[in-house]
């Protein structure tokens, strides 16, 4: 896989600037399209809490299906937490 990423980025660094990052987790969110917003203001107090922090966000167009980059180390503990705040205190839901 490193010698597929180096030959990505040269061929890339072709036709723009290209910087890859290592060691990163991906966590996706799948949630109610009307309550998106109430959602990521959880999402976002469960991850400063837990001192995590967010590299990159994004959202698929139907908004039901979001998507974090933390660093690699806290991807579970992200997960955690938010499994713990979503389906076992449903009071912030």
Known sequence: IKSELGQ?????DKIATVSYRRNLAIVSLICNVQRTSRILENVFDVLDSC???????SQGASKTNISLVVEGADGQK????LHKRFFEDSSHV
Not at 8 to 12: E, G, Q, R, S, W
Not at 51 to 57: C, E, F, S
């Open 51 to 57: 001192g995590i922090n967010v590299v990159m966000m």
């Open 78 to 81: 992200a997960v955690l937490a």
């Open 8 to 12: 990505l980025k040269l061929d890339l």
